[in-house]
């Protein structure tokens, strides 16, 4: 299955996208993750991105496309995969368009965790992340208002809409009772 997982900072993407790659078995790719690990390993694209990440601003789409055009390229994302975090806007969405159009594939689905915003600001200010300072959440939510949502209406036919309240396990067996009934109806 290839999934675009969409919702707000601290919907539980990342969360959902651990349980699920294991239902699914097709890997989790988070763009979020990628550029940590290059800022942790302290490569070139770490330090071009440090500031992005710090402030809540999206990384240039140049980079992030060309990072995600290498991680889909790998033998494991062969088959599927669970993206979270990209694309993050439509032009990125378009990008990705052309890379699964190049291999004669597409989406199956793109998955919106549904949280309300003062749900997910408590949660981001528990988790403790090094861009969970409250500032910086409140941009990211605003940025992800402005640049990410309109993704929704741009997938309108493939989105699955999930309530992502309540217990971890009960909301990835609401995803994947969904992407049954989504798939019963094709
Ligand atoms: N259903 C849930 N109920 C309560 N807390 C949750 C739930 N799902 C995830 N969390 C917690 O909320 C925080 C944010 O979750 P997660 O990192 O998975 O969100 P995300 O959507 O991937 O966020 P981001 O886009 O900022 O990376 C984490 O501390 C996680 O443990
Ligand atoms: N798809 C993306 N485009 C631009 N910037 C991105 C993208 N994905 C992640 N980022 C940057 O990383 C942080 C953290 O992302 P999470 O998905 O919340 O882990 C984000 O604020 C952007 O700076």
Redesign the pocket.
């Given at each position: 299955m290839r999934l675009v997982l969409v919702g707000p900072?601290g919907a539980g993407?990342?969360t959902q996208a651990e349980l699920l790659k294991t239902k699914l078995g097709v890997p989790h790719i988070?763009?979020?993750?990628l550029?940590?690990a290059h800022i942790s390993q302290q490569t070139d694209l770490g330090k071009e991105?440090q500031e992005?990440?710090d402030?809540?601003?999206?990384?240039?789409?140049e980079v992030?496309n060309e990072m995600?055009r290498d991680r889909l390229s790998q033998p494991d994302a062969a088959n599927g995969f669970l993206l979270?975090?990209?694309?993050?806007?439509v032009a990125?969405a378009a990008v990705l368009a052309e890379i699964l159009a190049a291999d004669d594939a597409a989406l199956d689905a793109v998955v919106e965790f549904r949280v309300p915003e003062d749900v997910v600001v408590e949660r981001l200010l528990a988790r403790g992340r090094a861009?969970d300072k409250e500032e910086v959440i409140r941009h990211?939510q605003q940025?992800y208002r402005s640049e990410t949502a309109p993704l929704l209406d741009h997938y309108s036919g493939i989105v699955v809409s999930i309530d992502a309240v309540g217990d971890v396990e009960e909301i990835s067996e609401r995803a994947l009772r969904a992407l049954r009934s989504q798939r019963d109806e094709r």
């Open positions: 900072p993407k990342g988070s763009t979020g993750d550029f940590r991105v992005y990440l402030s809540g601003e999206l990384v240039p789409d992030t995600v979270d975090g990209f694309p993050r806007n990125q861009d990211r940025v």
